[in-house]
């Protein structure tokens, strides 16, 4: 299994992936479409994959992360957002989730970012060093399911947005 860097190759599978992964999800109201495959068009589309990671098993993308540019307060910021993250469905429970996210992270802070926001299960994510911080805040969703992981000491202070492509799915 390797992570890398997606390529203009990639872009057919992890729209399938992301697609697949999100099909079914809990979150989402019975029957309705997932959006997330969507998002990661957008945010290709406006050059904002900050970083896009895939991971490749037998010459087959299985997996895939994105982390895109937030706003805090309105004014652009030295954060990024993860997310979404996918594993194809057969592919879940084997680590693959956790090395995206890992390898996502350093090469994230390599960039010279100081910490990532994200949206998701505190008992997943928490694993990753990732909790709710009062500093940073994102409207409409429970406190407890914002997360965050600085990479310094100093956490902004904020209401925290997405890009827009987040919210230009319908
Ligand atoms: C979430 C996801 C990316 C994790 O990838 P993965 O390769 O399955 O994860 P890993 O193998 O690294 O970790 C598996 C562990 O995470 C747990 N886990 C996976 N998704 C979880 C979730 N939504 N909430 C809580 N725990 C979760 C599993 O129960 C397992 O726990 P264990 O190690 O205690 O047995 C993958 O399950 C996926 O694509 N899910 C559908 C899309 C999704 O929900 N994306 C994240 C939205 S925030």
Redesign the pocket.
């Known amino acids: 299994m390797k992570i890398r860097i997606e390529t203009h190759e990639d872009t057919k599978q992890i729209h399938s992936i992301t697609y697949q992964?999100?099909e079914n999800?809990p979150h989402h109201e019975p029957g309705a479409k997932p959006t997330e495959h969507l998002i990661v068009d957008g945010l290709r589309r406006d050059n904002a994959l900050t970083v896009s990671l895939v991971c490749e098993a037998n010459n087959e993308v299985i997996?895939h992360i994105a982390f895109s540019p937030i706003l805090v307060n309105g004014e652009a910021s030295t954060w990024v957002g993860l997310?979404?993250?996918?594993?194809l469905p057969e592919?879940?429970?084997?680590?693959?989730?956790?090395?995206l996210i890992r390898e996502g992270e350093a090469q994230i802070k390599q960039l010279g970012y100081q910490g990532i926001v994200?949206?998701?299960?505190p008992?997943?994510y928490g694993r990753f060093g990732f909790e709710s911080h009062p500093n940073l805040t994102f409207a409409g969703v429970p406190a407890e399911y914002f997360l965050v992981k600085g990479f310094e000491n100093t956490i902004p202070k904020g209401e925290v947005n997405y890009h827009k492509a987040f919210f230009e799915t319908a």
């Open positions: 992964a999100f999800h997996g997310g979404p993250v996918s594993v592919h879940q429970g084997k680590g693959i989730g956790g090395a994200l949206l998701g299960d008992s997943y």
